[in-house]
């Protein structure tokens, strides 16, 4: 069956970076778009980047733009998520996903396949 297992998260002080990977098994890797989701405690999942089938385009949410960049290896079926310039704002359980058709919006909606995600605290 299809597994996309999230690793890296942690606790880490305002600045700081953290780099989250998704391993991938059970599917063809290079045949599905990728993106990272994050939920904050209380509120809605949110998409945080999504990145296309051979990583040619990307797309990120405002809140992020120039802090976090989403990059992936098609050889090793990973995609990772490097968070630069942490802030308090960015606590949140984040979710690797998989869909078929590349898209820019931050709809959680037309995602095959989820993670069960990884949790990140950004301290002040």
């Known amino acids: 069956q299809v597994r996309l297992v999230e690793s890296g998260g942690g606790l880490v002080q305002a600045g700081g970076s953290l780099r989250l990977s998704c391993t991938a098994s059970g599917l063809t890797f290079n045949d599905y778009a990728m993106a990272w989701f994050r939920q904050p405690p209380g509120k809605e999942r949110e998409a945080v980047a999504v990145?296309?089938?051979?990583?040619?385009?990307?797309h990120y949410a405002d809140s992020v733009k120039g802090r976090f960049t989403i990059s992936r290896d098609n050889a090793k079926n990973t995609v990772d998520l490097q968070m630069d310039s942490l802030k308090p704002e960015d606590t949140a359980d984040y979710y690797c996903?998989?869909?078929?058709?590349?898209?820019?919006?931050?709809?959680?909606?037309?995602?095959?396949?989820w993670g069960q995600g990884t949790s990140v605290t950004v301290s002040s």
């Open positions: 990145i296309s089938k051979a990583g040619f385009s990307t």
């Open positions: 996903a998989a869909r078929e058709i590349y898209t820019n919006s931050n709809s959680p909606k037309g995602y095959n396949y």
